[in-house]
């Protein structure tokens, strides 16, 4: 029987829904609606979308973040296209090839330091244009913020797009913890958007206090001409989306999906913070977001385990991943710091 944790430091997927948006959901839990979208609510979400990213977006809402990025790089690539992303990309790693088997294309991975894509790092892979033997690139796919906790900066994805967009290429990205990529820079979700050149945006907000549901944002009407049934037939089309869309009214009214990933990321700076004081824990990344990224004693990794939830990031250098989230507390932070610090002395 799987234990309910005080709180666990896993994935800010562990954490539950935020009461805002709870409480919205029971609000439209009443009466009889259109379904497949049609409904007041879906209307008032899509407003609310095209409000925060442009008059000229195109959003669609699905169930989860593999679909969004799944439907959303079908969209603007055809089988025989190559995508490029990391290395460390969630589209490779933790997909379990659900965009290569469903959108048909060859993943071209890219190694980097901080799980960021450059024009140069890129550039490896565009060749063989043209050529029948061989998967054309089309897109490049990054995540914001990246799998290790680090952010792009405005300048670095202008610098992608418009190398995209120069070869023909079309420029994704994976927001599924967008909000705490503005919240770390102090930028709307626009401005580190469509304002810098990405055409297709899955946009998450399970990870920040939603229940479930992405939206997938076109930031070229042009590239949605056809997704109503590349959704429908991607087993993405919900019969009571207002149950998705009602969730999106109350995350984006109020900028509650900025409080609510300032608080995350300022909960991991707190612990990043606390960190530096215990010489045998080594932070490998930037905390530039709710990510925390270190190397602790192989010894006390198992006992830690034992009561807070957190996955090994790196077997061979015992590199952890310790994510905030929404409702992580500074009691939560300082009480995991100090068994921290409590089993370092037992094992001295």
């Known amino acids: 029987m799987l234990e309910i944790n005080p709180h666990s430091f896993a994935s800010d997927n562990c954490s539950g829904v935020h009461p805002d948006i709870l409480q919205k959901l029971a609000d439209v839990n009443h009466g009889h609606v259109p379904p497949y979208g049609t409904d007041i609510y879906c209307i008032r979400a899509t407003t609310k979308l095209i409000d925060t990213f442009g008059d000229n977006v195109v959003p669609y809402v699905a169930y989860n973040g593999t679909a969004a990025n799944v439907l959303a790089l079908q969209a603007i690539t055809q089988r025989h296209s190559a995508i490029i992303c ?39 892979h565009m060749h063989g244009f043209g050529s029948q033997h061989h998967a054309q690139p089309r897109a490049i796919s990054i995540s914001q913020p990246t799998e290790l906790g680090t952010v792009y900066t405005p300048d670095e994805l202008c610098a992608l797009a418009n190398y995209a967009h120069q070869h023909g290429l079309r420029l994704h990205m994976d927001g599924a913890r967008l909000a705490n990529a503005a919240a770390s820079l102090g930028l709307s979700l626009r401005q580190i958007t469509g304002d810098v050149g990405v055409d297709v945006l899955s946009f998450g907000g399970t990870k920040n206090g939603m229940m479930y549901g992405e939206a997938i944002v076109f930031f070229a009407p042009e590239l949605a001409a056809d997704f109503q049934y590349i959704r429908k037939q991607g087993l993405q089309l919900a019969s009571k989306m207002r149950f998705v869309a009602a969730q999106f009214i109350a995350y984006l009214d109020n900028q509650l999906y900025l409080r609510t990933a300032q608080h995350a990321n300022q909960m991991a700076q707190r612990l990043a913070e606390r960190l530096r004081q215990v010489p045998q824990v080594q932070i490998t990344q930037p905390v530039q977001s709710n990510a925390v990224f270190a190397t602790i004693p192989v010894q006390i990794t198992d006992l830690l385990q034992r009561e807070f939830a957190f996955y090994i990031w790196d077997e061979a250098r015992n590199e952890v991943r310790w994510m905030t989230s929404w409702d992580t507390t500074e009691a939560d932070i300082d009480r995991f710091v100090n068994t921290i610090k409590q089993l370092l002395d037992r094992c001295a």
């Open 86 to 124: 990391a290395e460390t990309a969630h589209i490779n790693v933790d997909e379990c090839g659900a965009p290569e088997r469903h959108t048909g294309c060859k993943l071209l991975t890219v190694a980097t330091p901080n799980g960021k894509l450059t024009p140069e790092l890129v550039a490896k």
